[in-house]
């Protein structure tokens, strides 16, 4: 009963089989191999984006950083909400990979407010040469809390960048997550919606590790490509990254993976509902739940792992609970995870 | 008959196996799972090192960068070869990672010699605050041009280091090669010649994507891992790094591979003494040989894959071809080259 | 009637006239001069700190950023006030600095609370790897928004920081105007509260331009000295800034600059209180006065210069005017803003 | 018997005045006020570069770093001279203003060999992706071992540069004794020859400490601006820099000072070719003389000062004097140094 992360659990055995495939004879490095070139493609198609710029990198971390430095002048700042990953979970990253560019948290919820956003925006900037300068808006899609940024909002949160002429970076670490809660597609999540950079996550939804960064302007490819190797973040056997990618996209296994992990999310809060105070409908594959003491005690006692968000794990009143489910976890999992806590 | 790169053939079977064994069940992330452990524990046994710092990352840029990077402030400068990979194949991500530092090219050939060392040492922070002050040496084993350091170079740099207090680092993106063809153990290529953080390199030895980086001064164990995971190098799945290196180790895969590599140069090396000019008799998987215009084209018709080093793709005159072998180089490859070479 | 800001104002005589003392013969440049280790030990003497180290910079942002950078590793964060000028002020100096380090803003007003900056620190630093580590404390004394902190709360504040094991750094941009407020002496204010960096600003006071920075560990001095030299900082004919200090220290004058400049804007404070709704009592040089749009529109037609805090120059409704006064603010300037006012 | 430096002199008399002059009232800070606009405008006139974005900042290492880091990327090398005071002087100052920006030293002596330069930028950039790519060309005029550029020697360094598409920056922190020397006009020396950013040195030639940047492409105005304040550069009493400038350029000071200080520099390689060997005929303000033993000890015996750039200062052989004079240097002390010398 393994609710900690996406990235606890394995890849699907698809992936570690088109390794298998990819791993045969002598091909360029770098990038230059016909199966790297064959996975940009699928993305462009994916994503309605014949002319996008793609390139995979290993790690969110890397393909937030190296997206926002492309995007981000060390002088101005870029506006994320509290909640943000790369705000609280990438160890001063963005500032590293910026060169030293500032974060304006957008007051509010993980899931931005547009108007908040536009007083945000008005607030910075208006200092001349003394001020940080306004610089890219970030969201993440879904958020760091497991909410869903409906459309219309990531319009109108890319309707106020624009207004002042700044470029919007989607974190879609979870991405295949929200498209299936939003029955999205790709392009409508990103471009169509004014986004000029998306991650499409791949490794919280079954990969080992590979998240594809897409610009819609292709103008940012090669400064993108000269941080991402100055970053250390460019494979020399870059057909192990491609080859898991391309098991992602075959047939829509992406969809299907997060559709599953949505689902398990889905049946682990009607389930609770009745023991727990659950933050939300959960749409993706994430939830946060108010534990009662005892439920959280039986719960430890009966092996199960997740994160305690608020509260104590040992002490007094309740906790919440951060539970995550993946492709991988087990409906017998969400099941029994139930059963204890109802039965407490 | 591919010779460009040893980041051009396939991973070894065994280790996508030890991929696809890795993949089972939810374990913890970002290098906390039992394997990680496992495989950082057999990293110190190798190099008879049982309070050393090891961490994986996943490309040698990381790998040298990250371990410069802990060793140096952005006012100091690293000494190093000219023909050094921090130097040449980097894009500046030395400089990055340290925050400015510079490189100071010893001068002389890719085997740094001590004397020319204790020269730029010398010549080096002498202008109090107005100079870049004195770093870390860093050299590479074996070299970017496929040269050995005998252990007693070895032993001589780090003496000199010393003697002005600084930290060696050594690049050891072909340390299998090396050993092989020191027929010396881990401890002696590093700690006990005086090397203070070493890269023990898998990706070019048989693996997907992965390095393995060793303090041999547990202090800096901290200092690294944040600067990992500020830099974007830290897996969340981080089995699937520890897995490769696991296979690496088993049974002494890496040194098998190695000598394979080494012996296909060498063969190549010999094959090639009556039609071609090699320089030095290779001891590692590398050589450059001067071939003929007409041995050239004879081979460029045939398929033969390398890169011109010096002298013209297209043009007139000899060209100077870097030829390097690999564990998955077929003996037949090297049989057909030599061949072909000869018939011209 | 010019109360825009404290670097508005002329230098006072006497500095020109050190300048032109100083200004004879040949001595050794970069600080190594006579009058510049003179003037070094005089600021140990008055902060009653012989061990300490001292420097001089030419500019606030520079002597903030580069205090900060000697205290803060690039994978921490700052904890400061959203008023804080390293924060609103210094288009990202201190992320620059220190090599992309984070700030943290400490909920609150710009005197910064003891138990917001505890509940702050233990906010941060609690995600392992992942996460900004906890990095220095900084204050300004007197504010950004013209207010003092008691010595008892730096005190307690110092105590937080301490309980952490971090440094605190006191930007003094007005240390002088603060020193008179509290009728305080430097080491009361500095480091016999607990702060470890302290920059003790001359430029608002009426220098030329001149911060000295007083570290109270001396192992910081030279770490400083080459990030000052690497920042462009340090200064060939360093007998130009000492001149100036040299000045400010002679017979206290700092003292008695900061004296006039308090006593201005505590009489415009009283002189509008009938009028204006001034934020607090001034104790320092600078007050925030709630100004009726009629006073606003007579003041401006008059000449009077200011900055509007908050509301609109042109448009209806109050404006919060911030007014500076300065040695050199003329009591008959304060006197006829008064007499506009009130008039109105 | 100061020849130190041309730090080591004192500021001309009528820059002392024109502060004095200049510290009287309330003006706009950071560079607003009349008195600083005035002086870019001359400065425009000086170069007949009416469009031209002119700024002001206190030391050459600011003034030559940021200049650089406005022109080049992180990602890209600044080719220079071996002897650069960027490269040899500024303690990793330029790799830190760019982000970590690489030096490439071109092979030769400290004035920069057109073809030199074309094979150091051929030998750059050839790497794809994976090494530094090619940045500005940076030269020194006159060179940090006294020499001379060539106007045509300038001219065909910025055709090498332009056929590459590479801009160039000219550091004249002796720009003055290069113009009288030269007896050439700013604009020739600059945008004419094909120079894109210039600094024209005040410092060195008789000012407290002010250099002002010319970039001959205003596009680069706001940038810079921003990267000043950023690197704490910008002065709030912006003033009392633009007064220094402002006597600097007043009846054409600059000219005189640095006519004087070459005239100096000339009397004194005169006197002493009887008794040491001066390198090559100096036409700026700086010579390199090759001292006897005896003749070095006599004139320390007397008081002489100056570096030792090469031998020992106590030992055997003869020293390498680097002679510096500057417009204070008294032809009486000239005078005396040859007498003691010769009579050695």
Redesign the interface.
Known sequence: M?F??D?????H?SV?EA??RA????????GADDLSNRVRDRIRDLFEAPDAAVEL???????N??ALATLC?????VFCTPDAHIH??????P?????????T?VPGGDVMDPAALRTAIEGEGT?G?????RGPVSITQITERGNLYPLETVRALCDVAKSFGLPVHLDGARFANAAVALNASPAEMTWRAGVDVAVFGG??NGL??VEAVIFFDPAKHWEF?????????????FR?LAAQMDANLENGLWRELAATANARAADLAAGLSGVARVSGTPRGNMLFAELPRGVHIRLRAAGA?YYVWDGEEHGNGPVTARLVCGW?TPASDVARFIEIAASA
């Open positions: 393994n900690t992360s990235n606890a659990g394995p890849a055995p570690i390794l298998a791993n045969d004879g002598h091909v360029p490095g770098y990198v290993a790690t969110g971390t890397a393909a950083s190296l002048q060390p002088v101005q700042t609280e979970d990438e160890c001063n990253a500032e590293f990979f910026t060169g030293g560019a500032k974060l948290l200092r040469v003394h001020g940080a300068q490794t919280k080992l590790g490509q000269l941080r991402r190797k100055r970053g250390g973040h460019l494979f020399s056997k192990y792992q991988s």
